[in-house]
């Protein structure tokens, strides 16, 4: 096909085929043939026509290569598309998928009724921190906390006000600490808080009183308005243990001296948990005669 112009040099839109344009042009040879007289001239006039023909084939072939490139264009523009058609929609579904796993891994290290950090994200940065520090064991405290009076609040007020009263403590000891501190709950009514970069006693045993005083301000559940206490087990690395465990099990002890003295909040006792160890273990033993 061949577009044709117009007089005044502004193309047009129309497009007339190859073969209406031969058609057109034997006609004028013929008409102009028809009126010639002399053979020469007509001669001449039947080469230009076969010329003209020549062209008109050429043309007829260049317009079924562009028409044919065309199509293959056209082919493998819809390709382009469905292609970028199919990277959105994978960019979305990995987009999708990513925010589960995120979503997930949120879920798994942190405690669903207060958002805290659960005990699996706590040990995860003390193994962190203990693994950084090298041969040189780090500095860092770690709170075991546990509420005094929770149970009977729990039961008496049902488990919707009992959570209501943690995510309180929880905010409380989320406020109370610095930034970089760490604070966890543990599970049930026990949270922990890791403090790192601090070992001296002085200044936890302040932590500890400042932690007791907010955890212990009245608040209100319902049209009741209650307040628990606190026992607060400190431990220190490295003096109380070097390894999460030990840390663990150090802040754990401490906690339960705390509890048992009512003082509010006590260190770890190497020598009071070695006491306390050797009378559980002949309590067991003194169960074992018994059976």
């Given at each position: 096909?061949?577009r044709t112009?117009?007089?005044?040099?502004?193309?047009?839109?129309?497009?007339?085929?190859?073969?209406?344009?031969?058609?057109?042009?034997?006609?004028?040879?013929?008409?102009v043939l028809a009126?010639?007289?002399?053979?020469?001239a007509?001669?001449k006039m039947?080469?230009?026509?076969?010329?003209?023909?020549?062209?008109?084939?050429a043309?007829?072939?260049?317009n079924?290569?562009?028409?044919s490139?065309?199509?293959?264009?056209r082919?493998?523009?819809?390709?382009v598309?469905?292609?970028?058609?199919?990277?959105?929609?994978?960019?979305?579904?990995?987009?999708?998928?990513?925010a589960?796993?995120?979503r997930?891994?949120y879920?798994a290290?942190?405690?669903?009724?207060t958002?805290?950090?659960?005990?699996?994200?706590?040990?995860?940065?003390?193994d962190?921190?203990?693994?950084e520090?090298g041969s040189?064991p780090?500095?860092m405290a770690?709170?075991?906390?546990?509420l005094?009076?929770?149970?009977?609040?729990?039961?008496?007020l049902?488990?919707?006000?009992?959570?209501?009263?943690l995510?309180t403590v929880?905010?409380?000891?989320r406020?109370?600490?610095?930034?970089?501190?760490?604070?966890?709950?543990?599970?049930?009514d026990e949270f922990?808080?890791?403090?790192?970069?601090l070992?001296?006693?002085?200044q936890?045993?302040?932590v500890?009183?400042?932690?007791l005083?907010?955890?212990s301000?009245?608040?209100?559940?319902g049209?009741?308005t209650?307040s628990?206490?606190?026992s607060i087990g400190?431990?220190?690395?490295?003096r109380?243990?070097?390894?999460?465990?030990?840390?663990?099990k150090?802040?754990?002890?401490?906690?339960?001296?705390?509890?048992?003295?009512?003082?509010g909040f006590?260190?770890?006792?190497?020598?009071?948990?070695?006491?306390?160890r050797?009378?559980?273990?002949r309590d067991?033993?003194?169960?074992?005669?018994?059976?």
């Amino acid at each position: 096909m061949i577009r044709t112009g117009g007089g005044d040099g502004v193309k047009l839109n129309r497009v007339i085929p190859a073969r209406d344009l031969e058609a057109q042009l034997v006609k004028h040879i013929n008409e102009v043939l028809a009126a010639t007289v002399e053979p020469v001239a007509q001669a001449k006039m039947r080469r230009l026509q076969a010329k003209i023909a020549q062209c008109i084939d050429a043309l007829e072939i260049v317009n079924r290569n562009l028409a044919s490139e065309l199509e293959r264009r056209r082919r493998l523009e819809a390709q382009v598309a469905q292609v970028e058609a199919t990277l959105r929609q994978t960019r979305a579904t990995l987009a999708g998928a990513q925010a589960q796993e995120r979503r997930a891994r949120y879920l798994a290290m942190h405690d669903s009724v207060t958002s805290l950090p659960n005990q699996r994200f706590l040990r995860d940065q003390l193994d962190a921190a203990i693994a950084e520090s090298g041969s040189t064991p780090p500095v860092m405290a770690l709170l075991y906390l546990d509420l005094d009076g929770f149970k009977g609040i729990n039961d008496e007020l049902g488990h919707d006000s009992g959570d209501e009263l943690l995510r309180t403590v929880a905010t409380r000891l989320r406020r109370a600490v610095r930034t970089g501190d760490v604070v966890s709950r543990l599970g049930g009514d026990e949270f922990a808080c890791l403090l790192p970069d601090l070992d001296d006693p002085g200044q936890l045993a302040e932590v500890a009183g400042k932690l007791l005083a907010i955890v212990s301000e009245p608040q209100t559940l319902g049209k009741l308005t209650v307040s628990v206490g606190a026992s607060i087990g400190i431990a220190t690395c490295p003096r109380h243990g070097t390894t999460t465990d030990a840390l663990l099990k150090s802040a754990d002890s401490a906690m339960y001296l705390s509890k048992r003295s009512g003082s509010g909040f006590a260190f770890f006792d190497s020598g009071v948990a070695e006491a306390e160890r050797r009378e559980a273990s002949r309590d067991r033993l003194r169960l074992r005669l018994i059976d």
